[in-house]
């Protein structure tokens, strides 16, 4: 379990990238825009995860790292010349600072405390966007004019494509190491028992305040990600909306797991996508729709799709095993009635 | 022989009621030292005073010649004492071998994935190795990747006991591992202690089951209403009058 990933879990995320650059000139924009607007999910949820599902902490403050994230890259960038392959680490380091600092106070509270206190947190941060005119341009938000990396323009949808590739393999590269170390085990250990976890000589309060900053950084990169392939931002991007969005993908894809991560991203993210086909009068359903899946999961498959797909795969191979030596005790008993009959 | 662990005149105080009164112990090293008593005499407070769960208003306990007071309650592992739990405590949805890795938390390192990748892989085969040794001792070994959650009662006893051990404490405290077991399981119990004082192992022990206390005890501490009222050789404490009219009179003979 310990060690580096191996080369099986890292050959997809090199297919993901030569993937993307293969593509990047055969998909249409729209294509590559909805590309784009997963691969980010998957790197705001998976972060999201590292707490919730890893750590057990049900902390909500994730949209404001992300909003952090985004604001932060957008105005280094603009203000101060700050190139994109600058501006974005800085921008999740500072996600992940304001993380660190929230995680004091928070790893004083449990369940519902903390749900709400990180809730509120997020609507502090939105309320911050909306009214720090001279920087955040408030309500009306801020133009994301186009970067360049290493002398790359990323202007469009199609320019972005292979970046946010690279960038969520990275992530995902960096989730796999993470997931082989004593550290995850500890964030597991608290999240099953903090009695255990410090009885046997974890630091209960050190592994949380580290997984708020983690998950913080992620979020923070997400941010990074969406100022690549948008050109603009409003204090809307920290709403309760998008919270609600992002949990949904987390309990639909089944927590706990990277490839539940990237699931529920997937799935949850291209619904807009299709539901745009439907009658404008419909759309005003859409958070109604996240809302009835996000109760509808939680009910039925609160593993999510994947833990759903690892339970059925369970059952069926015990079945087929049952079904084996069931087989093999008829050929048994069907040998030893033919030995008595011929005798 | 100085106390490997001495419990010197702790009082503990859960508002107006004094759950622990003034309590002291000496505990010698390589011995199994039982703490009995009536229910809500305060066994369990005196041990989550030793393993920094509650902090005695008043006292001392001192390991190995150190106070424990003044650590956080995480570094009670690293310093040798682990503890199990009352109502098994376990990491439910990890595996039991996930379980004794995580007991080995204290003297395991490697926090992040920085060392090298050669490096990282011995640490953890080393650590799998002992894991493994700690399983076979506790007869776990083939319920190794099942789920704790998916474990029957007295395998959950045994791998709460084993994710004590896998820490390689000098003293283990133990809160009642026999509770609810059945006979066969509990000779199995008294089998293991006998073998861990045999490594050199210091045990306190809370039980109620008595066949199993007076089996494997070298000492006692009778507590009721968080007073000391005996403390000896079993077979002394099994005469004390006053240890039989406040707990032994009552249970032995029901």
């Known amino acids: 379990m310990f060690g580096s990933p191996t080369l099986r879990q890292l050959a997809p995320l090199l297919a993901l990238v030569l993937g993307a650059l293969a593509l990047q000139q055969l998909l249409p924009q729209y294509f590559l825009y909805v590309g784009n607007l997963l691969m980010m999910y998957v790197i705001l949820v998976i972060g999201l995860d590292l707490l919730i599902g890893w750590s057990g902490q049900f902390a909500f403050a994730h949209i404001a790292f992300f909003g952090i994230g985004i604001y932060a890259t957008t105005i280094l960038g603009t203000r101060y010349d700050l190139p994109f392959l600058i501006a974005m680490p800085v921008a999740a380091m500072l996600a992940g600072a304001v993380g660190f600092l929230i995680a004091f106070p928070a790893t004083r509270l449990r369940a519902v405390y903390l749900a709400l206190a990180t809730f509120a947190f997020a609507e502090c941060a939105q309320w911050v966007a909306r009214t720090w005119d001279s920087v955040t341009k408030g309500a009306d938000g801020l133009q994301i004019p186009p970067t360049s990396i290493l002398g790359y323009a990323v202007g469009n949808d199609q320019h972005a494509f292979p970046v946010v590739a690279i960038i969520l393999a990275l992530v995902l590269a960096a989730t796999l190491y993470l997931q082989r170390s004593r550290f995850a085990r500890s964030m597991s250990a608290i999240r099953e028992s903090e009695h255990v976890a410090s ?145 | 022989m100085s ?15 004094v759950a622990v009164d003034n309590f002291s112990m000496d505990v010698e090293e390589g011995r199994i030292h039982a703490l009995i008593g009536p229910n809500g005499a305060g066994k369990s407070t005196v041990f989550n005073c030793i393993s920094r769960f509650t902090t005695p208003a008043a006292g001392d306990v001192r390991f190995a010649g150190e106070s424990l007071l003044a650590d956080p309650q995480y570094a009670i592992a690293k310093r040798g004492v682990a503890r199990t739990f009352q109502n098994i405590e376990l990491l439910q949805r990890l595996t039991v071998l996930e379980n004794v890795l995580v007991g080995m938390s204290s003297r395991v390192p490697g926090y992040f994935p920085l060392l090298p990748g050669a490096r990282r892989r011995r640490i953890e085969r080393e650590a799998v190795d002992a894991a493994d040794e700690v399983l076979a001792l506790t007869g776990l070994t083939g319920y190794r990747d099942t789920l704790a959650g998916d474990l029957d009662f007295g395998h959950q006893k045994l791998l709460d006991v084993a994710r004590a051990l896998s820490a390689k404490p000098r003293l283990l405290l133990l809160d009642e591992p026999a509770a609810g077991l059945r006979n066969r399981e509990i000779a199995q119990v ?35 209403f968080g007073r000391k009222i005996a403390e000896g050789a079993p077979a002394e404490v099994r005469a004390n009058p006053e240890v039989i009219e406040a707990y032994l009179g009552k249970r032995a003979h029901a």
């Open chain 1, 199 to 343: 009885a046997s000589g974890i630091d209960v309060k050190r592994v949380k305040i580290l997984s708020f900053t983690l998950s913080a950084i992620y979020a923070g990169v997400a941010g990074g990600v969406y100022t690549l392939f948008n050109s603009f931002v409003n204090p809307d991007i920290l709403g309760v909306a998008q919270l609600v969005l992002v949990l949904t993908m987390l309990v639909v894809g089944g927590s706990g797991s990277i490839a539940g991560c990237v699931l529920g991203a997937v799935l949850i993210g291209i619904l807009p996508e299709v539901l745009r086909a439907a009658p404008r009068s419909m759309l005003v359903w859409q958070e109604f729709f996240y809302g009835l899946i996000l109760v509808l999961a939680i009910m039925f498959m609160p593993r999510g799709f994947f833990g759903a797909w690892q339970a059925w795969r369970d059952r069926a191979r015990h079945a087929a095993d049952k079904r084996d030596a069931q087989a093999s005790q008829d050929t048994r008993l069907r040998a030893k009635a033919s030995t008595e009959a011929s005798s």
């Open chain 2, 3 to 17: 106390a490997l662990l001495s419990i010197d005149g702790i009082t503990v105080r859960f508002g107006g009621l």
């Open chain 2, 190 to 224: 008294d089998k293991l202690l006998g073998e861990l004082t045999a490594r050199g192992m210091t045990i306190v022990l809370v039980e109620h089951v008595m066949q199993l206390v007076m089996s494997v005890a070298q000492k006692i501490t009778v507590l009721s």
